[in-house]
């Protein structure tokens, strides 16, 4: 390629810093650059053009003002000389709009955020192709270099003999869900799903270990009030509308040179429609993971409706259809986690999430049975057998400690995480830590965040990988409680708790949307790249800095750290599990827990 | 041709400061001003009054979850892309 001699004015009173950037290229690039000093009136830039016999002439205007007037007369005055025809002419800066530029014969503008790629291409004439390589994202493993070794022997010698316990309580046990759980394992191929196929055996078991709305969705035909089939065209329209998206997609990633953390966020708009835009918005704005979001009545129903269904509430449904057209929608290195945590459908949505390949599920047996209305003794039966399958799927799980947002101490709530981690250790699972990051409950209460909201945060991260080495994914999501109905708090409040999570060197972390504190209807497009914006805006800043501890949150950790040995000592001696989620142990009334009722009576001993 | 409002994926927010005395007329003039655009289903999402006025941001749901997307079957508007 021929080299080109290249003028560049800066066609304003001052700014310049941009052209210099563009010269900088051009020069690299083996180019023969000529810059100018700013505020130059016209004619004396036109001079220089034909003095210096350009060919190429880039002119840079950042003041807003008066911008058409002084471009006009710089177009008529090259006119009238005769050296427009004879020069490549380009302009951008920040106050340039392509319109503006094509209106007044420009042979092209470049707005703000113009790369050197894109200055040298018009130059070079050659077409700008947008940089490759960010389409695929690699989907990691966040388990891969954990041990999960204990780091506190007294710890792990008391979880021994809880999960000892609770192994050979629910030894003989059975419950509904348990069983919906197997015959969906046993009796519902996927691939023969897919293909149409008929389940015959499957729909002669499972209705009659459903609750009444579900049994009457099968035998009857009768949907819940709040949710409706698509129709065919609207189905076709979706298909299309994914796989038009598809073709456009780029995937950035957040972290620039950072390795982690991973950052998920969630859907659940009640829609799967509405969640495919979300999330294909999510995507595209640098999110590495997604997250599904049930409905709050799914954790209280005994059993999973069938179809491809809207609803109109939060949450989306779960049924296969959904699950599996959601999963056709998201890119190949997204992450996808199915939430099994909490309710009477624990294990069978392990079993679902396991048979469309979700790459994480979510479960908690503490937080199920305190923070979200299960009975203690069915989530524990439930809560194993969900294990079982997430192990047997290869799906990691993390334990979320949400029961924290109820009022429940940390360390109460970190002892019950504890439990279901050494659960799924010995159950072959890969268990990932879930500690709340946000100003909670009892850091309001206590008063314990008057000066910042960073310590007891970090003194949580510090106890836990004192106990155990495993991955840490701090949500869910961060900052909850934190956020308010204003974006720009809630997107600074996303941004700074995801750069301490950076800044620990945690794993991943969960993010809400800026719309996270607002009641009044769905959360919005705009308010979910609000918040992915923001968190990239922390990683960009703070880069690779890590975080020096203060004393006060290396105090708080050895508190931490000592209250959880304590709380667990209570529950083996206790001597029974779900009695000590009974009794309050790992979180009591007065905190703010209250064992929950759905589904007692339950549990069947087989 | 069809409407560009299709387009919305779901809401439309519109952020302003709006000179006033109170909090309460501030709401009253911006749920006023989503009627006089034509907006039935408003709400505000957020809303800040000192001194001067309010700070606001209302929105006004296009499309809520189970409705029928107009951006799924969004013809061309005019000067599109093809
Ligand atoms: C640095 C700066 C200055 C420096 C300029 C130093 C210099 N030698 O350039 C100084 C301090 C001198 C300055 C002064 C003023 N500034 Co000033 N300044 C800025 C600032 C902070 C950054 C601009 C910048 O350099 N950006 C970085 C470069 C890399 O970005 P860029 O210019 O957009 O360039 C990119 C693209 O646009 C493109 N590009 C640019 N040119 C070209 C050309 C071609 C051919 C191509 C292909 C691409 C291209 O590629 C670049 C890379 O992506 C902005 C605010 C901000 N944060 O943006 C205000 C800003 C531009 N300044 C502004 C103003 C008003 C002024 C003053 C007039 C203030 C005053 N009243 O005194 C004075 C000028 C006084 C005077 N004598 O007239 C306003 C403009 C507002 C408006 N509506 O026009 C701004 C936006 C700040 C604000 N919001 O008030 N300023």
Redesign the pocket.
């Known amino acids: 390629m021929t080299p080109r001699t290249i003028l560049?004015a800066p066609i304003d009173?001052?700014?310049?810093?941009?052209?210099k950037?563009?010269r900088r290229g051009l020069k690299e690039a083996g180019h023969n650059t000529i810059l100018l000093p700013?505020d130059l009136p016209p004619e004396e830039i036109i001079q220089e053009i034909i003095n210096k016999r350009a060919d190429t002439v880039?002119?840079?205007r950042?003041?807003?003002?008066g911008v058409a007037e002084i471009l006009a007369r710089f177009v008529d005055l090259a006119d009238a000389l005769g050296v427009r025809e004879r020069v490549k002419l380009?302009?951008?800066?920040?106050?340039?709009r392509p319109e503006l530029a094509a209106e007044l014969g420009f042979d092209a503008g470049?707005?703000?955020?113009?790369?050197v790629e894109?200055?040298l291409a018009?130059v070079e004439d050659r077409e700008y192709v947008p940089e490759q390589g960010k389409r695929d994202k690699q989907k990691r493993d966040l388990t891969a270099s954990y041990t999960y070794a204990y780091g506190n022997s007294v710890i792990a010698e008391l979880l021994g003999q809880i999960t000892g316990g609770i192994l050979a309580w629910v030894q003989n046990k059975t419950s509904p869900g348990v069983l919906r759980a197997r015959a969906r394992e046993e009796l519902w191929d996927v691939r023969r799903w897919r293909g149409y196929g008929k389940m015959t055996e499957f729909l002669k078991e499972y209705p009659g270990l459903c609750g009444e709305m579900t049994r009457n969705f099968y035998l009857k035909g009768i949907m819940h009030p709040k949710t409706r089939r698509f129709t065919r065209e609207e189905v076709a329209a979706l298909e299309n509308y994914v796989s038009k998206t598809k073709e456009r997609m780029t995937v950035p990633g957040l972290q620039h040179s950072l390795k982690k953390p991973m950052v998920f966020n969630q859907y659940g708009t009640g829609c799967p429609f509405m969640d495919t835009g979300h999330i294909k918005v999510s995507e595209a704005w640098g999110a590495d993971g997604v997250i599904h979001f049930d409905p709050s009545w799914g954790a209280r129903t005994e059993g999973f409706m069938d179809g491809f269904l809207t609803h109109q509430e939060d949450g989306t449904v779960i049924t296969p259809a959904n699950l599996n057209r959601i999963k056709q929608s998201l890119e190949p290195g997204t992450l996808w986690q199915i939430r099994a945590h909490r309710g009477l459908n624990t294990p069978e949505t392990a079993v679902l999430a396991g048979k469309f390949q979700a790459d994480f599920t979510k479960i908690n047996i503490c937080y199920g049975a305190l923070g979200a209305g299960t009975d203690p003794a069915r989530m524990t039966v439930d809560g194993v057998a969900a294990i079982k399958y997430a192990a047997k799927y290869g799906l990691p799980f993390d334990i979320v400690t949400n029961e924290e947002l109820c009022g429940v101490p940390a360390h109460k709530a970190f002892a019950g995480m504890l439990i279901s981690c050494a659960l799924g250790l010995r159950l072959g699972g890969k268990p990932v830590l879930q500690p709340l990051f946000c100003y909670s409950p009892e850091v309001m209460v206590e008063g314990w965040m008057k000066d910042n909201y960073v310590d007891f945060n970090v003194a949580k991260v510090l106890a836990l990988r004192r106990i155990i080495d495993a991955p840490l994914w701090p949500g869910a999501p961060i900052g909850f409680l934190t956020h308010t109905e204003d974006r720009i708090q809630s997107s600074a409040s996303t941004a700074y708790h995801a750069s301490l999570a950076a800044m620990l060197g945690v794993d991943a972390v969960t993010i809400a949307s800026s719309d996270e504190a607002y009641s009044g209807g769905p959360i919005s497009a705009p308010s979910k790249v609000d918040t992915l914006r923001a968190v990239g805006e922390g990683f960009r800043f703070f880069g690779n800095m890590k975080l020096e501890p203060s004393p006060q949150a290396l105090e708080w950790s050895w508190q931490i750290e000592e209250d959880i040995a304590k709380v667990l000592r209570q529950v083996s001696e206790r001597g029974d599990f779900v009695g000590a989620l009974y009794d309050g142990i790992l979180g009591s009334r007065e905190d703010g827990a209250y064992p929950g009722r759905n589904g007692k009576d339950t549990v069947m001993n087989v | 041709m069809s409407r560009i409002l299709d387009r919305v994926m779901d809401g439309m927010d519109i952020e302003t400061f709006i000179i006033c005395v109170s909090e309460d007329e501030g709401r009253r003039l911006t749920l006023q001003m989503f009627r006089e655009m034509g907006f039935t289903d408003a709400d505000i999402v957020f809303i800040q009054f000192q001194g001067p006025g309010v700070r606001v941001r209302a929105r006004a749901y296009v499309h809520r979850p189970g409705d029928n997307y107009g951006w799924l079957k969004a013809g061309p508007v005019e000067g599109d892309v093809k």
């Open positions: 560049l009173p001052v700014h310049d810093v941009g052209l950037m563009i700013p880039l002119l840079s950042t003041l807003g003002y380009g302009i951008g800066g920040m106050a340039i470049f707005g703000p955020g113009t790369t894109e200055a018009f």
